[in-house]
């Protein structure tokens, strides 16, 4: 069974600054996904960034880019110049897309970010 | 026009009590998910749905029975609630394989008092 598994619970920076959010999964398959998601204090699941493991390529949206290792099964969040409206729980996802069966997300158990002014 | 919408946002009900989430996309997706996300923020798949056809169960009681009438709705209906039900519960919609990005609803918190 596949799992994802973030290490930092909480994590803390100043505004402008970059922080890097880290995650790992274990799975034996060769294609899949991962993601990125933001939930802010309103709740709201916010897709941040999504990677294709078969790309070696890492993806990169705006001030969001990801370190994808496929050995090491990492997929670490980098955010770089920090705003206020980044504070938010940040959660790792996993999806294996070979069939229906498998067509869901597996989540991290989150890493809550707090950005300081 | 909100693209995933959940109702009701919070409910608030007693032990033993039967309520129901409703859950409408209009999005045009064939596949819609129930996720749980219980006091800890950890989140759950519970059910997803394709074109109406019930896909995966995951081990979920079966006081839960969701039902889809159409492919824009999912509803969630939950029997005999007990105390460990609170949590958030999202819906989400996606157009299924080789189209992963996940649109989620905005929640809705129940709290079984």
């Known amino acids: 069974a596949q799992t994802v598994t973030q290490s930092q619970p909480e994590m803390s920076v100043q505004e402008a600054e970059t922080v890097t959010l880290s995650c790992t999964y274990d799975?034996?398959?060769?294609?899949?996904?991962l993601f990125w998601y933001k939930q802010p204090p309103s709740r709201q699941m916010i897709l941040v960034i999504r990677?294709?493991?078969?790309?070696?390529q890492n993806a990169t949206e705006n001030r969001f880019s990801v370190n994808f290792q496929k050995a090491a099964k990492s997929f670490s969040l980098k955010i770089s110049d920090s705003q206020l409206g980044d504070t938010a729980m940040y959660f790792c996802?996993?999806?294996?897309?070979?069939?229906?069966?498998?067509?869901?997300?597996?989540f991290g158990t989150g890493t809550r970010l707090q950005v300081f002014p | 026009d909100t693209a995933v919408s959940q109702t009701p946002k919070y409910l608030v009900t007693q032990m033993g009590n039967d309520k129901s989430i409703k859950c409408e996309q209009n999005?045009?997706?064939?596949?819609m998910y129930w996720y749980k996300q219980d006091s800890k923020k950890f989140l759950k798949i519970m059910f997803s749905?394709?074109?109406?056809?019930?896909?995966i169960n995951e081990t979920v009681p079966n006081r839960f029975s969701p039902k889809s009438p159409d492919k824009a709705h999912l509803n969630l209906h939950i029997n005999s609630l007990e105390l460990g039900d609170s949590a958030v519960y999202f819906c989400?919609?996606?157009?299924?394989?080789?189209?992963?990005?996940?649109?989620f609803g905005q929640g809705t918190r129940l709290t079984v008092v």
């Open positions: 799975t034996s398959e060769n294609n899949y996904y």
């Open positions: 990677q294709e493991a078969y790309k070696q």
């Open positions: 999005l045009g997706h064939d596949t």
């Open positions: 749905y394709n074109n109406k056809e019930l896909i």
């Open positions: 996802a996993f999806m294996n897309t070979l069939s229906y069966n498998t067509d869901k997300l597996i």
């Open positions: 989400a919609s996606s157009q299924g394989i080789g189209n992963t990005e996940a649109f």
